[in-house]
């Protein structure tokens, strides 16, 4: 009884909305047999990994800042894949906005520059992941080089560059000799929003990325242009744009956006640059994005979730000793889950009878 | 072989309906029907290509199940597809012995091919790569193919859509042959004066259902239309005496050379276009017609800005979109994919030609009441059928899509209008409105240029008909001049003696 792929007359838009939920469920499926091979009690592995994090007021709130970067970097990745462009290099994006922003910080560290010092860090690290992200962009325009693997590629580069600079040039004198700049001066901080907890103003930054995101996409003819080159190339052309203006123009978006949800993660939560500023948001938003349907709204809820993990992840070292990897492992099974249930929007999945009548009922 | 009683469904949809089919040897039987009556779901069911929910096919009397073409290959039965399923970079003989069992040796299989081609008056290279074939040859290659399996049964998919009408004249003279065999042919058509001309029975399909089993060459083209479409087709009315005016587009000496290796060269080609004009370009599909027509359209530049003019203007550089706000307006041959974006609305299609000069964008943003205005419009001036005020453009049906593509440029009332293939599968009722729609736009005063491989469609509404072969334009035929021999001709490459007039089309460049 081989399977086949039939495909569908018309997209089915109940699975479309239920296709993120089945793959939640069978994710949590797999996970829990995962615990049980590690010898874990599933139930309470579970509800410490998903449940616990949500009782608790001080989780709650790091839910949200994790979750800022995630969605700010997913929303600038959707609008690549929305038009078929594959940006994979949204860390490196993330590191180096962190690092363009940082030396700001670091050239005015001790000084006494004013509060025109965060504003212009923002642009510095939004301006570092754009140029960052055009070198993959320029590739593919220019020369065909496949921009999965470029800007795959470049992430390595971002890593061993901010790690080159926080252990040499960078290196905070009185540090200790950590690899670390200076803790940043208050002009250079990003402010909190709640006394005492470490929530952030980059969180409202994100809100409204998401709200402009959906208006250029649902509203504007630049949106239609990126649903339309990712929908149809031929007609696109057809329509008078240029691919490869929208190549670079999605690129240098997106990296923008990894760029600046880097420099407010230094100038925030972390308050300093260091090598380990990032737990792989750059990538995790790959699933954000997908996870939210590429829609700006999906993504907003998708990011939460995926913050959650995070978080759960932690508790679930201390709380029940699983290695803190099992994060990415859970992740990586979401994401499988996802790309799997998503191809059921197009297809269907049919058994073949080999036997030699003809099937007299539709399958 | 028999058909009996199958029936096919798709979902809900019936796509055959209890349809009952003799074939017997040494007859021609014609398979007549509009697009998406059955006959193709029909002929894929006896090619063992789709199994029937119900029915069975009887072969020389006894009942047969087949699982896959193989089998069908095996009792006896050939086909020849309307698409050739061959191999570009391949040569002759190699694409021949891909389809064949892998016992016989290469050179036994070339030495096969070029034997029953001589036989039956096909004449092939074996060793010819594909790519360089007419389509003509291409077909020849198929029907090879399907003959050197030594079929009792052929099965013929459309197959002179393809061919020039001197192509189609000798493969009718090798049908007659395999007719004289003793083999049963079926040939699906649904060009009346064809079948009227070779067939020995045919048997009509409308809807899935099967309307009758005549002698065609006892009915009229008439009786048989009204049977494939249930109704009467309202004639084509040419707007009385058009008045022409200045010309509204030139082509002159355009040269491009294809982006694509299998593309063809465009080479000199010059052409102009007058206000209340209908031209039409004929020929054989891939003589260089898609490529003009993406230089016309400006997805691709000319080398020079006055290769081509429109309204005296002069566009060979500019884009699509400038192009449009000039006054012009396209629609290419493939409805879904080029013409429209297959899962976008029609809404968000009517945008798709209409954001840079129909008002749809105010400063970046879209306004999305004026592109339903355009698909209401669309819908009530071109009666399109569908579901719901708004659906994805892959919804409707061939027809329907097209006269909303039509639609949608005729609406906006262009000075210029290139269209590509206007009514490609497309029902009759609807080839009807678009056709009438093309005159009486040309009625208006707008210059329409027509690329079309039917020409019956050409005679029809063409004032003027040039043909293309090998990415050269010949010099056009006016009405009172054409005839189907000549166009014929000249789609086989034959030198009428007159080069396109460079004379005339240089006036207009000068503006």
């Known amino acids: ?363 | 072989m028999r058909a009996v009683s199958i029936t096919k469904r798709y979902g809900s949809f019936l796509a055959n309906d209890g349809i009952d089919l003799d074939l017997l040897p040494a007859e021609i039987h014609a398979l007549l029907g509009e697009n998406g009556a059955g006959k193709s779901t029909l002929v894929k069911v006896m090619y063992g290509l789709i199994q029937p929910n119900e029915g069975e096919l009887r072969w020389m009397g006894n009942k047969i199940v087949l699982a896959g073409p193989s089998e069908a290959r095996a009792l006896g039965i050939g086909m020849v597809f309307q698409h050739f399923s061959l191999f570009e970079n391949l040569t002759v003989a190699e694409n021949v012995a891909l389809g064949l069992a892998p016992t016989e040796s290469f050179t036994a299989i070339s030495e096969r091919l070029a034997e029953t081609a001589r036989l039956y008056g096909l004449p092939l290279d074996p060793k010819r790569e594909v790519w360089r074939l007419s389509v003509g040859e291409r077909q020849r290659i198929e029907i090879v193919r399907a003959l050197m399996q030594n079929p009792k049964l052929l099965i013929l998919d459309e197959p002179t859509a393809v061919l020039t009408p001197q192509e189609a004249d000798q493969l009718f003279v090798v049908l007659g042959r395999l007719k004289g065999e003793g083999r049963a042919i079926l040939y699906i058509s649904h060009k009346l004066d064809e079948v009227k001309r070779l067939c020995d029975t045919a048997t009509i399909l409308r809807g899935g259902k099967k309307v009758a089993t005549c002698n065609p060459r006892q009915e009229t083209a008439v009786s048989l239309a009204r049977m494939m479409v249930g109704a009467d087709i309202g004639e084509v009315k040419a707007a009385s005496r058009r008045d022409v005016s200045v010309p509204r587009l030139v082509i002159y000496q355009l040269s491009l050379a294809p982006d694509d290796p299998h593309g063809t060269h465009l080479d000199r080609v010059s052409l102009e276009v007058r206000g209340g004009e209908i031209v039409g370009i004929a020929g054989v599909s891939g003589n260089g017609q898609d490529e003009l027509f993406a230089a016309l359209s400006g997805e691709r530049l000319s080398p020079s800005e006055g290769a081509i003019v429109i309204d005296g203007l002069a566009a060979g550089m500019l884009g699509v979109n400038e192009r449009r706000r000039m006054g012009a307006a396209f629609v290419p041959e493939e409805r879904l994919g080029h013409g429209t974006a297959p899962r976008m609305k029609l809404s968000e299609n009517a945008l798709l030609t209409g954001h840079a000069a129909s008002g749809m964008v105010k400063r970046g943003f879209v306004d999305k009441s004026a592109t339903l205005a355009a698909v209401d419009r669309a819908t009530t001036g071109f009666d399109v059928r569908k579901a719901k005020r708004d659906p994805e453009a892959v919804s409707l049906s061939g027809g329907n899509l097209q006269k909303f593509i039509v639609g949608r440029e005729i609406l906006r009332e262009p000075g210029v209008l290139v269209v590509s293939q206007p009514t490609w599968g497309v029902d009759a009722g609807a080839a009807a409105t678009i056709r009438q729609a093309l005159i009486d736009l040309a009625g208006r005063g707008t210059a329409v240029l027509v690329v079309s491989q039917d020409l019956d469609e050409l005679l029809e509404i063409a004032d003027r008909t040039a043909v293309m072969f090998h990415g050269r334009l010949s010099a056009p035929l006016s009405a009172a001049e054409v005839t189907r021999e000549k166009l014929g001709l000249l789609m086989g490459g034959a030198k009428t003696g007159e080069e396109p007039s460079v004379e005339e089309a240089s006036h207009a460049v000068g503006a």
């Open chain 1, 1 to 363: 009884m081989p399977l086949v792929l039939e495909r569908r007359s018309e997209r089915s838009a109940t699975i479309a909305i239920a296709s993120p939920l089945i793959a939640i469920a069978l994710t949590l499926a797999t996970m829990a047999v995962l615990f049980a091979i590690l010898g874990k009690n599933p139930v309470e592995a579970l509800d410490v990994y998903f449940l616990e994090p949500l009782r608790d007021p001080y989780s709650l709130g790091e839910i949200a800042v994790k979750a800022t970067p995630l969605v700010m970097i997913a929303i600038g990745l959707s609008l690549c894949y929305i038009a078929n462009i594959w940006n994979i290099g949204a860390e490196g994006q993330f590191l180096v906005g962190a690092v363009a922003g940082s030396w700001l910080a670091v050239r005015t560290n001790g000084t006494d520059a004013g509060p025109w010092v965060l504003p212009a860090m923002l642009l510095l690290g939004a301006l570092g992941g754009a140029l960052y992200a055009l070198i993959p962009a320029i590739c593919k325009v220019r020369f065909g080089a496949s921009e999965i693997l470029t800007s795959l590629m470049l992430v390595y580069v971002a890593n061993f560059g901010l790690d080159y600079l926080v252990r040499g040039p960078w290196r905070d004198p009185h540090g200790m000799n950590f690899p670390t700049t200076a803790e940043f001066d208050p002009v250079a901080t990003v402010p909190t929003l709640i006394e005492g907890g470490r929530l952030h103003a980059g969180a409202i930054v994100t809100l409204l990325v998401v709200m402009a995101a959906t208006v250029l996409l649902g509203r504007t003819i630049m949106g239609f242009e990126i649903r339309l080159v990712g929908a149809a190339p031929k007609a696109a052309r057809f329509s008078g744009f240029n691919a490869d203006k929208l190549t670079l123009f999605t690129f240098a978006v997106s990296g923008a956006l990894a760029g600046l949800a880097g420099i407010i993660e230094v100038a925030g939560p972390v308050g300093h640059l260091q090598p380990d500023i990032s737990p792989g948001y750059g990538f995790t938003a790959i699933i954000v994005a997908f996870l939210g349907r590429l829609n700006p709204v999906g993504i907003l809820i998708a990011g939460l979730f995926l913050a959650l993990t995070f978080i759960g992840g932690e508790n679930a070292e201390i709380a029940i000793k699983v290695p803190l990897d099992l994060t990415k492992v859970f992740q990586g099974i979401l994401l499988f889950y996802v790309l799997a249930c998503d191809s059921m929007i197009i297809y269907r999945i049919r058994f073949i009878s080999t036997l030699r009548k003809p099937a007299h009922a539709d399958v």
